[in-house]
């Protein structure tokens, strides 16, 4: 397994020369739908940062629930835009912790939206109690990714492994949301990757993708 962190703009300026030596991964937050749409504030700086020293990055949504599948797709897409796109190898993530009446078709609607847009099939981000609460085995059959947030006693230490439900296995797990790391000043959290850096760049796009401007 690799360590990893996932990072917004509650991180500040993250010094990511000093990030890049003691992470093997990082996921970083575009935006969001859960206060209108909105691009996070520091997602064009950590972008070009980490990709400059030299971190492998995946890119997540925090998903509001309270609008179209179809608006969520194209917001999504403007954020993809808005940090030059996508590189060969770049993950995309969905972070599901909304409610809605049907939070299956949801999260399964927009991730086929991402698909078909020629973006490779986007991680899951869930707490294990929500992956617990609902059969998400379209997702499964989407080819979807699990990174399931499960923290034990939530500090630097990793407790027992979570389990993944319809999930083989889990593809990520957050274990922790009080950790440290040198070059972010503050607490953050802390994720385990099920594989290698090679795997982890396999659950992202096999080529380089480059979308529209943002509208």
Same mark, same amino acid.
């Given at each position: 397994m690799? &360590?990893g962190?996932?990072?917004?703009?509650?991180?500040?300026?993250i010094?990511?020369p000093?990030? @890049? &030596?003691n992470?093997?991964?990082a996921?970083?937050k =575009?935006?969001?739908?859960?206060?209108?749409?909105y691009?996070d504030?520091q997602?064009?700086? %950590? *972008? =070009?940062?980490?990709?400059?020293?030299?971190v492998?990055?995946?890119?997540?949504?925090?998903?509001?629930? /309270?609008?179209?599948? $179809?608006?969520?797709v /194209?917001? =999504? &897409?403007n954020?993809i @835009?808005n940090?030059?796109?996508?590189?060969q190898?770049?993950?995309?993530a969905?972070?599901?912790e909304?409610?809605?009446g049907?939070?299956?078709g949801y999260?399964?609607?927009? *991730?086929k939206g991402?698909i078909?847009? !020629? =973006? #490779?099939?986007p991680?899951?981000?869930?707490s294990?109690s929500r992956?617990?609460g609902?059969?998400?085995?379209?997702?499964?059959?989407? %080819?979807?990714?699990?990174?399931? $947030?499960?923290w !034990?006693?939530?500090?630097?230490i990793?407790d027992? $492994?979570?389990? @993944?439900?319809?999930?083989?296995?889990? $593809?990520?797990?957050?274990?922790s949301?009080t950790?440290?790391?040198? !070059?972010i000043s503050?607490r953050?959290?802390?994720?385990?990757f099920?594989?290698?850096? #090679?795997?982890? &760049?396999k659950?992202g @796009?096999a080529?380089?993708?480059?979308?529209? /401007?943002?509208?």
């Amino acid at each position: 397994m690799i &360590k990893g962190i996932d990072v917004s703009r509650w991180q500040g300026l993250i010094n990511w020369p000093m990030v @890049s &030596k003691n992470v093997q991964f990082a996921f970083i937050k =575009i935006g969001g739908s859960d206060d209108g749409f909105y691009p996070d504030g520091q997602a064009v700086r %950590n *972008a =070009i940062e980490a990709r400059a020293n030299g971190v492998p990055v995946g890119f997540y949504v925090y998903l509001g629930g /309270a609008f179209s599948v $179809a608006d969520e797709v /194209a917001h =999504i &897409k403007n954020l993809i @835009s808005n940090i030059g796109g996508l590189r060969q190898g770049e993950v995309l993530a969905l972070d599901w912790e909304e409610r809605t009446g049907d939070e299956v078709g949801y999260v399964a609607g927009i *991730a086929k939206g991402i698909i078909d847009s !020629g =973006i #490779a099939p986007p991680m899951i981000y869930m707490s294990l109690s929500r992956v617990r609460g609902n059969d998400w085995s379209r997702l499964v059959q989407m %080819n979807c990714g699990l990174w399931v $947030a499960a923290w !034990g006693n939530n500090d630097d230490i990793a407790d027992a $492994a979570p389990p @993944s439900d319809e999930w083989p296995f889990w $593809a990520a797990w957050q274990y922790s949301s009080t950790g440290n790391v040198p !070059g972010i000043s503050g607490r953050v959290d802390l994720d385990y990757f099920q594989g290698e850096v #090679a795997d982890f &760049k396999k659950y992202g @796009s096999a080529r380089n993708v480059t979308l529209p /401007a943002p509208t």
